[in-house]
C-alpha cells in the first residue's frame, strides 16, 4: 500500500472515532483512544525523557463503578458553570470527585492545590455536614520564591483570587483554607487522618513526589488518594514520571475518562518495569 493511501486509510479511521462513532458505541471509542495514549506512553521518544517512560507496565484504567460498586447510582450536586474552566476539572472529572466524595462519605479531606476553589466548593457540598475541608494553596506573596520551581502551565500569569469559587457559600464553614509553599509545609496535626487527598498542585516532580509522601503520612487506614494530571502535556512530565515510577511497589488505577489516578492505602503490589 503506498504512503497516501495509509494516510487516507488513518484519517478515515480517526474521522469515524471523532464523528458519530462516540454517540453509538462509546466504550469501543474510548478503548480506542486509550490505546493510542498508551501506545504514546510506552514509545520511548527523542523528544520524551527516558525517566518518564522508565516503567513500561503503564498504569491500568478501570471504570468508576468497577472501582465503588453502584456508585453511579448516587446522587450528588454538581454547580451550573463553564467546564472545564481554565485549569481546571473537566464536568466528568469534577462529577467523577463528587461522587467518590458521596461514596465514601469522608470526615477529612485535604487538597493540594485551592486554585479558584471550585473542586473544594464542591467537596462541601456533596460530604456529610461534619466533614473538614483542607485546602493548600500558594498566598499571591510567595508566588516567586518556592522551594521548588513552579511549573510554567496554563494559569500561569492568569488573574485569580485563591478560594474565590467558594467565597460566601453557606457552606464555607466547613472549608479550612491554608496558605503556604506546599514542599516545606507542616502537616504534623494531620498525620494519619485523613479519609481523602487530592493532590493537584505544582506538576514538578520534585514537588509532586514532595506531595505524594506527605500525603502518605496524612492518609488514615482506609484513605484514598487522587492525583489529577496524569497526562502527557510537557508541565504534566513529573507527574507521569514520579506515578510511573510509584506504580512499581504501589496498586496504582487510572479512572477510565479522567486525568485521575488512585491509589487505596495498603494496596502494595510488586512487579517488573
Known amino acids: 500500500m503506498s504512503k497516501s493511501r495509509k494516510i487516507i486509510k488513518c484519517a478515515k479511521v480517526f474521522l469515524k472515532y471523532l464523528g458519530l462513532y462516540p454517540l453509538i458505541a462509546p466504550r469501543k471509542t474510548r478503548r480506542f483512544f486509550r490505546t493510542i495514549g498508551d501506545a504514546i506512553l510506552k514509545y520511548d521518544t527523542s523528544h520524551v525523557s527516558s525517566q518518564i517512560l522508565q516503567c513500561k507496565k503503564i498504569i491500568p484504567y478501570a471504570e468508576l463503578d468497577e472501582l465503588f460498586p453502584k456508585i453511579k447510582t448516587i446522587p450528588m450536586l454538581i454547580m451550573p458553570g463553564k467546564y472545564p474552566d481554565e485549569g481546571g476539572l473537566t464536568l466528568y472529572e469534577l462529577i467523577t470527585v463528587c461522587a467518590i466524595c458521596k461514596y465514601i462519605k469522608p470526615s477529612k479531606i485535604f487538597e493540594f492545590g485551592t486554585f479558584k476553589g471550585n473542586t473544594t466548593l464542591h467537596l462541601t457540598l456533596n460530604s456529610p455536614d461534619r466533614c473538614e475541608i483542607n485546602t493548600l494553596d500558594l498566598p499571591p506573596e510567595i508566588r516567586?520564591?518556592?522551594?521548588?520551581?513552579?511549573?510554567d502551565g496554563p494559569i500561569t500569569g492568569m488573574s485569580f483570587s485563591v478560594g474565590e469559587k467558594y467565597q460566601g457559600s453557606s457552606l464555607e464553614n466547613k472549608i479550612n483554607q491554608l496558605y503556604g509553599d506546599s514542599a516545606p509545609f507542616d502537616y504534623t496535626r494531620f498525620y494519619g487522618s485523613m479519609d481523602l487527598i487530592i493532590i493537584d498542585g505544582n506538576h514538578q516532580y520534585d514537588n509532586v513526589k514532595s506531595d505524594s509522601e506527605n500525603a502518605f503520612r496524612m492518609l488514615n487506614p482506609e484513605g484514598i488518594i487522587l492525583w489529577h494530571d496524569y497526562t502527557l502535556l510537557p508541565d504534566h512530565r513529573g507527574v507521569i514520571q514520579?506515578?510511573?515510577?510509584?506504580?512499581?511497589?504501589?496498586?496504582?488505577?487510572?479512572?477510565?475518562?479522567t486525568c485521575f489516578v488512585m491509589s487505596r492505602k495498603g494496596d502494595k503490589i510488586h512487579h517488573d518495569c
Open 242 to 257: 514520579y506515578l510511573n515510577e510509584l506504580s512499581s511497589t504501589l496498586k496504582l488505577i487510572r479512572i477510565a475518562d
Open 144 to 151: 516567586g520564591d518556592t522551594l521548588f520551581p513552579v511549573e
